[in-house]
């Protein structure tokens, strides 16, 4: 399935670029194609507006990785005092990585934003990097990730920043004033809000330490992570 979803967000990039070299004004007029009372871009926004509401919503979000921060995907048992001190040291250690991450994706806004401004970039080229953002979403997920090499996690259900996936690719649209694009930035923002309230409170919901769901021995998802199904660590028994 991830290797389907990197093919198609492939073919969506290669054919948003063709056409944003050799026929710009096709690519602009596909996007404000009027259908009935609406256009293309509100279909697009109300579909993606759509799967960022579900992604908060514990019955709509049935996967382990993004949705580990729910009730319902933790299986662990209560942790052992010498299990609460390695827990302790392995979320400051994520957190560590979550934050290099946070101020090294911040840079790479802020250099589109200027290049924007500058005007080497026009709108359309800036919802191109968005394009492209989310095809290299895809590719982390299914070809090689260099978030697992910062931050430290071993896959995307270990992922500490899991969630964070849409802000990151929909962040450049907060240079285009408009209620559409700052709307996608705001849900995408709510997004990583309710994450990072969910791993504050409960930590032991987001690690293969405490939570068995994590675990690799009993995982039957292909990912760019390292598998360790003989022996995965655990903290229930000190």
């Known amino acids: 399935m991830n290797r389907v979803k990197l ?32 256009r293309v871009y509100h279909v697009l926004w109300a579909a993606i507006a759509l799967i960022l509401i579900k992604r908060m919503i514990p019955s709509f979000n049935p996967l382990v990785s993004s949705g580990k921060m729910f009730r319902r995907n933790y299986s662990g048992s209560p942790l052992t005092p010498s299990g609460e001190e390695k827990l302790r040291a392995y979320t400051a250690r994520m957190n560590r990585g979550a934050a290099k991450t946070a101020v090294y994706w911040t840079l790479v806004v802020l250099v589109t934003g200027v290049l924007f401004h500058l005007g080497a970039l026009d709108p359309t080229g800036l ?87 994590l675990l690799c021995r009993d995982c039957t998802t292909i990912c760019t992570g390292r598998k360790r199904k003989a022996a995965d660590p655990g903290l229930h028994n000190g």
């Open 7 to 38: 093919l198609w967000k492939g073919l969506v990039l290669v054919l948003c670029l063709v056409l944003a070299f050799a026929c710009p004004r096709v690519l602009a007029g596909a996007f404000t194609y009027k259908i009935a009372f609406f």
């Open 127 to 213: 919802m191109l990097v968005v394009v492209f953002f989310i095809f290299m979403d895809q590719f982390c997920v299914t070809v090689w990730c260099p978030f697992e090499w910062i931050i430290g996690n071993k896959c995307c259900n270990s992922c500490r920043i899991n969630n964070w996936g849409y802000l990151m690719a929909f962040a450049p649209l907060v240079f285009l004033q408009s209620f559409w694009t700052w709307s996608l930035v705001g849900l995408s923002l709510l997004v990583v809000i309710q994450w990072e309230y969910q791993f504050f409170r409960h930590p032991e919901r987001f690690f293969e330490l405490c939570n068995r769901n």
